[in-house]
T-cell receptor, first 116, second 116 residues
Framework: AQTVTQSQPEMSVQEAETVTLSCTYDTSENNYYLFWYKQPPSRQMILVIRQEAYKQQNATENRFSVNFQKAAKSFSLKISDSQLGDTAMYFCAFILIIQGAQKLVFGQGTRLTINP | KAGVTQTPRYLIKTRGQQVTLSCSPISGHRSVSWYQQTPGQGLQFLFEYFSETQRNKGNFPGRFSGRQFSNSRSEMNVSTLELGDSALYLC???????????????FGEGSRLTVL
């Protein structure tokens, strides 16, 4: 079964602090892609960062970076210098490509609150 | 460039009724996916359409169906509504042809369905 587990339902940090969100996944596939999506209170989900499983180098996107441990099937998101606008639900996900079709499998989400 | 548009944004139905939700993808995107979001189950994949063909389907009963038109707009239909169908239904489009952008979904704001 393909599953994604986010063990932290909620987190809260002060503005400007660094926070790390955890994610583990399970798949028997060898080639896949991993993602972090963000859903702010307005509800529109947006892509934060993307990681190809075949790449050893961790992806970075400005203040966002990941720690990808393929053997451990771990994919954590680090947010540096957190800002109030980072307050949102964060979903870890991986993509399966099945017969040319794509299907994202999401974790349950982590509700992150950045306090002033 | 206009984003993904979903209509209606909010709707209230009673058990046994049926509902049709609409999604207009970003211009040029031919892949449209639908997800159901609930507090208990999180985000669950419903189905994906590409060029008017359903390529992948999630684990939902046959009451959930969808289609895609030649202009890539998509609709999903839920018949014989049950209380448990109350959820936020999210539509996402993507430019699937480009492997470097697999999994990069652009989400609409969702249609909030309440079943009484």
């Amino acid at each position: 079964a393909q599953t994604v587990t986010q063990s932290q339902p909620e987190m809260s940090v002060q503005e400007a602090e660094t926070v790390t969100l955890s994610c583990t996944y399970d798949t028997s596939e060898n080639n896949y892609y991993l993602f972090w999506y963000k859903q702010p209170p307005s509800r529109q989900m947006i892509l934060v960062i993307r990681q190809e499983a075949y790449k050893q180098q961790n992806a970075t996107e400005n203040r966002f970076s990941v720690n990808f441990q393929k053997a451990a099937k771990s994919f954590s998101l680090k947010i540096s210098d957190s800002q109030l606008g980072d307050t949102a639900m964060y979903f870890c996900a991986f993509i399966l490509i099945i017969q040319g079709a794509q299907k994202l499998v999401f974790g349950q989400g982590t509700r992150l609150t950045i306090n002033p | 460039k206009a984003g993904v548009t979903q209509t209606p944004r909010y709707l209230i139905k009673t058990r046994g009724q049926q509902v049709t939700l609409s999604c207009s993808p970003i211009s040029g995107h031919r892949s449209v996916s639908w997800y159901q979001q609930t507090p208990g189950q999180g985000l669950q994949f419903l189905f994906e359409y590409f060029s008017e063909t359903q390529r992948n389907k999630g684990n939902f009963p046959g009451r959930f169906s969808g289609r895609q038109f030649s202009n890539s707009r998509s609709e999903m239909n839920v018949s014989t509504l049950e209380l448990g169908d109350s959820a936020l239904y999210l539509c996402a489009s993507s430019f699937f042809r480009d492997e470097t952008r697999w999994g990069e979904l652009f989400f609409g704001e969702g249609s909030r369905l309440t079943v009484l």
